[in-house]
């Protein structure tokens, strides 16, 4: 029988997950709305907050269902919409089953047939996020308070070291940006979605500071990154 990314059992495999991260969600919303009553703040304000909340995911889960798209090229529907769906980063994600599909001289433009390449990117997937699920409990109190100290003793060089560090993870995807730059305008692709979203973000800072639209920092990021994408989809078969 012929493996199929988009087979049945992965269908009812990704239903299950899915249904228990709704479940989880189901379950810490009501002991919230209950500990809220609890607390004594008003039905009306609980049920604002849940509304703007839910509100405010409808940018970051476009972002999600753009990013379970274009995985699904060559993964499937099943994987990705587990993988999405539980850690939601296109950012390490598509990175990772990329450079899996390098590593074993495949390409990423069709669907994937073989099930052991597709099992060792799922690994790969699986076992690079790891860290960050066992690491932050361990570390997070240590890394919390050194950087509090920091921060305490100069806010200036506190704020310094928050920057570098998130620059610090940002350029470890640069690499994948300028891997293809000597292959003609094509390999620049990923160096014109980069400045659009780069501009965006840009666009959005400027409005958020000089016309006071606070609520656009909750959006800055998924604006971005769909307008990066949308930019993306549209310059790549003119170019490519």
Do not use: H
């Not at 499937?76 to 001289?105: K, Q």
């Not at 640069?174 to 659009?196: C, E, H, K, S, T």
């Amino acid at each position: 029988m012929n493996f199929n990314v988009n087979s049945l059992f992965l269908y009812g495999v990704a239903v299950c997950v899915i249904l228990f991260v709704l479940a989880q969600s189901v379950f810490f919303l009501v002991r919230s709305y209950r500990r809220g009553k609890e607390l004594g703040i008003s039905t009306a304000k609980l049920r604002k907050t849940i509304i703007s909340t839910a509100v405010f995911t409808i940018a970051p889960a476009v972002s999600i269902l753009i990013g379970i798209v274009t995985l699904s090229k060559f993964l499937g529907i099943p994987l990705p919409w587990i993988r999405m769906s539980v850690i939601g980063a296109i950012t390490y994600e598509l990175p990772a089953a990329t450079s899996t599909a390098n590593a074993l001289g495949i390409s990423l433009a069709e669907t994937i047939t073989d099930p052991k390449t597709y099992s060792a990117i799922a690994w790969v997937m699986t076992l690079g996020i790891l860290p960050s699920i066992i690491l932050p409990p361990i570390l997070m109190k240590k890394i919390q308070g050194g950087m509090i100290k920091i921060k305490n003793k100069d806010s200036k060089w506190g704020d310094m070291f928050l920057t570098s560090m998130f620059l610090g993870m940002i350029s470890a995807f640069l690499g994948m940006v300028f891997a293809d730059v000597r292959n003609g305008l094509a390999g620049w692709i990923p160096i014109f979605v980069l400045l659009v979203s780069a501009a965006i973000m840009a666009i959005c800072g400027f409005l958020i500071k000089k016309c006071k639209m606070q609520w656009l920092e909750t959006y800055a990021l998924a604006i971005s990154m769909v307008g990066a994408m949308v930019f993306a989809a549209v310059i790549t078969p003119l170019i490519g």
